[in-house]
């Protein structure tokens, strides 16, 4: 369509064709986006559920990670994500829409928490499924936000999540995310207070312990060598490349062509 | 006097085959850039497909650890995965993949029975890694689809479709699955 560079008059009118037919289909074809809340900034409080040093802890974190490393994160709560089906759906629509992250690099985060169907979603744009891969972003979720979830603690439990996601993708660019002076405060997660190679211990550890070692062993070094858990036990830099140009490569054409960071569905959501 | 009109006439004649020329020109490769774009979004199906079949031994490898009686859901997973491998054409995709599906829900129905595996670290991580994979396709599954509309809408309508016969292009499959194998297994911990 765009290839074409003659402007003969059966071209022209082709295209206004096109257009009088989009014109007709449009409105009826994003009917959901219209749906979507307006990007306000790095945290999108439209819940109303986040109290005011949270919300600037969590900005001061991300604008920090932004200045570093170019990666955006978006926090988003709502009262419900309908009319969409999923908070999956939602995720990807907002993220799309709000295009989160910059374009070609396809690193956004958007985390998203609905109150009424009492669910939470972090959604990981293509270019940081290598640091984030969904089962970490799963253990993110369960160490350090639904704690304070349970609680009711929606800020606090928010800003873990930043503060996770963040500790990952400083990790992936190499930069030591304590230099960044916009350290939020950890009320919630001891975890990430290690920083990801705590966690990573920690869930050696675990497994080792309560999950039976001798059964895990050998999964081990099956998942080291097919790189599904992200590396999680191996070396983080190498998979995280792997599964980069593996999944995320043959997109960067397609989807995030609109100048803007894209989003393929990747990460995780918890209810609560 | 007549040379001139002689003259006037092949102009035009000329300019007229010129235009319809690269209008055809242009027709043809608008339909090959959108069938490159329905060809794209295929590819990240299969890509997540991929990603979706590679997951499963884990999985298996993993429940087996515990399960060790429920030989016929592995076998059946096993089956459904070799068919999937072997799909060719994008109905014979879906209609496997559906079967894959429903032979991993299963496989969760009886890890319900098991709850020191579900409390496994590497189970849970497991689970994430499939239910974000099961989005994926999802998400890809709706962009390929989009596409193919796109397509085959062009194909399909005045003017393209003069040229869309003799072209060789045809109607692209959309990648339709059932109501029940859309939803994405939910992960819940508590």
């Keep these: 369509m765009k290839r074409s560079s003659k402007s003969e008059t ?22 959901g986006a219209q749906q979507l809340p307006r990007y306000r900034g790095f945290v999108n409080d439209f819940a109303g559920v986040i109290d ?7 900005e001061q974190l991300i604008g920090g990670l932004q200045e570093a490393t170019g990666a955006e994160i978006a926090v988003v709560t709502v009262q419900s994500y309908e009319p969409f089906g999923s908070i999956e759906e939602f995720g990807v629509a907002l993220a799309s829409e709000w295009g989160v992250g910059r374009a ?18 972090i959604e990981v744009g293509y270019g940081l499924e290598g640091a984030l891969p969904d089962g970490r972003v799963g253990a993110i979720l369960d160490q350090q936000v639904l704690p304070a979830f349970r609680e009711g603690r929606w800020g606090a439990g928010l800003n873990g999540a930043v503060q996770g996601v963040a500790a990952f993708v400083a990790q992936e660019y190499d930069v030591d995310l304590s230099s960044l002076g916009a350290r939020a405060p950890r009320s919630t997660a001891p975890q990430s207070q290690t920083g990801p190679d705590g966690i990573e211990i920690i869930l050696f550890i675990l497994i080792l312990f309560f999950g039976g070692g001798r059964f895990f062993w050998p999964l081990l070094f099956i998942s080291r060598r097919r790189g599904f858990f992200g590396g999680g036990f191996g070396s983080t830099v190498a998979s995280g490349t792997r599964s980069r140009s593996t999944f995320g490569g043959s997109s960067f054409g397609g989807f995030s062509s609109s100048g803007r960071g894209g989003f393929g569905g990747g990460g995780a959501s918890r209810r609560f | 006097m007549k040379k001139y009109t002689w003259l006037i006439v092949l102009g035009v004649v000329l300019l007229v085959v010129i235009a319809g020329f690269s209008w055809y020109v242009g027709q043809r ?7 490159e774009s329905v060809n794209g979004a295929w590819s990240e199906v299969d890509n997540q497909l991929q990603r979706r079949s590679d997951l499963i031994p884990n999985l298996v490898a993993t429940v087996q650890g515990f399960a060790t009686q429920e030989q016929q859901v592995f076998s059946d997973i096993a089956n459904a995965r070799a068919r999937l491998a072997g799909a060719g054409s994008v109905g014979e995709t879906a209609e496997s993949y559906e079967q894959l599906q429903s032979a991993v829900s299963r496989l969760l129905v009886i890890v319900e029975n098991y709850p020191e595996l579900r409390s496994n670290q590497n189970f849970m991580r497991l689970q994430d890694e499939l239910a974000g994979t099961e989005n994926r396709i999802a998400v ?8 193919v509309q796109t397509f085959n809408a062009r194909i399909r309508m005045f003017p393209g479709s003069i040229f869309a016969n003799q072209l060789g292009f045809g109607a692209r499959e959309y990648f339709e699955i059932s109501e029940a194998a859309r939803e994405v297994p939910r992960v819940q911990f508590n």
Excluded at chain 1, 11 to 30: D, K
């Design chain 1, 104 to 121: 070609g690099e396809d690193n956004g985060v958007v985390i998203i928490l609905a109150m009424q169907e009492r669910e939470v979603r």
């Design chain 2, 140 to 147: 890809a599954r709706q962009r390929y689809n989009r596409s």
């Design chain 1, 52 to 58: 005011g040093r949270e919300a600037q802890a969590m």
């Design chain 2, 29 to 35: 490769n608008s339909l090959i850039a959108l069938e």
């Design chain 1, 10 to 31: 059966g071209r022209l009118r082709l295209r206004r064709t096109a257009i009088v037919l989009l014109a007709l289909v449009l409105p009826v074809a994003f009917a």
